[in-house]
């Protein structure tokens, strides 16, 4: 079993940056494509960013490309997400999320379903 724990929400101004983290358990975090969703109130969650588990690969949602970046460092067992220019719309729980398997180490995948295992959330608020 994997355990993925989200760190590094708060209260940022607009405009302002937030680093999230994502640390997994276990011994095969290499083998898994990651991805950060997230959910603001009264909505569905809905898919931010996905990497692949080689970081070879990556898909962003149009709505935060060129100011988010997903990054990973497979020898700390952690994901990040950079959050650069953010803005109130941003206003959510974020979740990180992780595969079990991969056909092929440069897929990356959008659907919460392809998805495992997943954080607990972590918040990010954004004051306008």
């Known amino acids: 079993q994997v355990q993925l724990v989200e760190s590094g929400g708060g209260l940022v101004q607009a405009g302002g940056s937030l680093r999230l983290s994502c640390a997994a358990s276990g011994r095969s975090f290499n083998t898994y494509p990651m991805a950060w969703f997230r959910q603001a109130p009264g909505k569905d969650r809905e898919f931010v960013v996905a990497?692949?588990?080689?970081?070879?690969?990556?898909r962003y949602a149009d709505s935060i490309k060129g100011r988010f970046t997903i990054s990973r460092d497979n020898a700390k067992n952690t994901a990040y997400l950079q959050m650069n220019s953010l803005k109130p719309e941003d206003a959510a729980v974020y979740y990180c999320?992780?595969?079990?398997?991969?056909?092929?180490?440069?897929?990356?995948?959008?659907?919460?379903?392809?998805?495992?295992?997943w954080g607990q959330g972590t918040q990010v608020t954004v004051s306008s």
């Open positions: 990497m692949s588990s080689s970081g070879g690969g990556t």
């Open positions: 999320a992780a595969r079990r398997s991969t056909v092929y180490a440069g897929n990356t995948y959008v659907q919460e379903t392809d998805y495992d295992y």
